[in-house]
């Protein structure tokens, strides 16, 4: 009896082992790459890597008897998108306010919604997410991660901020009465010894990365300020970075924005207020915008402007100015639509953004693939279409390297080789 069972467990086992072996082949009418466009290209992988990227003509001359075949015809296979910059704790602000998301939400409720959120990002092709702050939620960002690499609930691999350092005074929520402590969306740290244990702290329980906000709008004036000095910002960044983690920065203030470039940060967040001599700064250290286009048209709309009713409001018009320059002075552009502003799923609508702003689909596209990987330090494994990297594959009918929208008609979504059902 004993041995039957070994037997049986032994042909199970070498049966799971052919199969993950086995070599599936993607044949779509075109690969985008996360560069560059090939007509009738299609892709082999082998259990969870990709393994050849090559013509049609050149992959059917000698290929194995047993591949599968998937034709996928009318589609583009591209890499699995990477959302730069997500707030899976939060959900929109039109539905619920984001200061009572913050006070009146439990932990567990935020949660419940952060593990449907992560299910929408995945099934909307996007594959790996950089989540830029729990908003309150602590450090559960951590557990969400381990849940999705576990495989306990389904979304993109994650890299998380945690909670986001906030000089004091300067976050929400705001307007109580100066008596009152507030909890707030971020955590307070102000000064040498308080700023390097909390980076610490924040990496010791499981930031992938150190996010500050660089500026807000604080105090009884209503309008944007710098927070943290300059030197408060180059001990953050050197705090994280002697433990191998990058430190990103929300500004949108000129003086916000040249602090945070010059102490050392490598991605901006927002950066509505840029000019022209912020943006060659910019380009001359390296530092990628993340424009975040689509929060901005979202809190507009929230704000009652009607869409393609109405005239642009002011702050519209302007950032498109703002992009445009950016563009045009050589920035690296990131993708990422501040998700959490509106909803989880709706990702795409950040690149179709970037078109109606000014990138040429594939600049788009390459924004949310190659350059988000490279930005993010991912690159040794997600990002491109290339024979090594995970297979995180998304698959979209029609073509999104001509028709933005065309990234929304998501047919095949693959992460680490297991394709997901998009039920
Ligand atoms: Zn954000």
Redesign the pocket.
């Known amino acids: 009896m004993y041995f039957r069972k070994t037997l049986l467990l032994l042909i199970i086992t070498s049966f799971i082992k052919v199969s993950a072996q086995s070599l599936i082949y993607l044949r779509p009418d075109r690969v985008f790459d996360g560069e560059k466009v090939f007509e009738k290209y299609g892709v082999i992988i082998k259990a969870n890597k990709i393994e050849i990227v090559d013509s049609q003509v050149n992959i059917e001359k000698n290929l194995p008897k047993d591949t599968k075949i998937v034709d996928l015809k009318n589609c583009t296979l591209l890499p699995g998108l990477i959302e730069g ?1 997500t ?1 899976l704790f939060l959900h929109p602000y039109n539905e619920v306010p984001w200061d009572d998301q913050v006070l009146k939400e439990s932990r567990s409720y935020r949660t419940a919604r952060a593990v449907i959120h992560a299910e929408k990002t995945l099934k909307a092709g996007f594959t790996t997410a950089r989540d ?2 729990t908003e309150g939620a602590e450090f559960d960002d951590v557990g969400l991660k381990k849940a999705i690499d576990d495989g306990v609930i389904l979304g993109p691999r994650l890299l998380i901020a945690t909670k986001a350092l906030i000089a004091t005074g300067s976050y929400a929520p705001r307007s109580f009465s100066a008596d009152i402590k507030v909890p707030q969306g971020a955590e307070e740290a102000d000064g040498v010894d308080d700023l390097i244990k909390k980076t610490r702290n924040q990496i010791g329980k499981g930031a992938d990365l150190i996010k500050i906000y660089a500026d807000y709008r604080w105090g009884l004036r209503g309008e944007a300020a710098p927070t943290f000095s300059l030197e408060e910002i180059k001990l953050i960044v050197a705090t994280a970075q002697s433990a191998g983690r990058p430190t990103v920065a929300h500004a949108s203030t000129v003086e916000g924005m040249r602090r945070a470039i010059l102490g050392g940060v490598e991605t901006i ?1 927002h950066g509505d207020n840029g000019t022209l001599e912020i943006w060659k700064l910019m380009a001359e250290k390296n530092v990628y915008l993340c424009a975040t286009l689509a929060a901005g048209d979202a809190i507009s709309q929230y704000r009652g402007w009607k869409k393609g009713v109405d005239d642009e409001p002011d702050r519209i018009k302007k950032k498109r100015v703002s992009f445009k320059q950016a563009l045009e002075a050589g920035v690296k552009i990131c993708f990422g639509g ?1 998700v959490g502003v509106f909803a989880h799923g709706d990702n795409a609508r950040e690149l179709e953004m970037m078109v109606d702003y000014g990138m040429q689909p594939t600049e788009a596209l390459k924004s949310a693939t190659s350059v988000n990987a490279d930005a993010f330090h991912v690159n040794y494994e997600v990002g491109r279409i290339k024979s090594g990297l995970m297979a995180d594959i998304v698959v979209v009918e029609g073509n999104p390297t001509k028709q933005i929208a065309d990234i929304r008609k998501v047919k095949v979504v693959m992460k680490d080789g297991k394709l997901i059902s998009l039920k």
Do not use: F, V
Request: aromatic share 0%; net charge negative.
């Open positions: 910059h707030h830029l702050g967040e501040d």
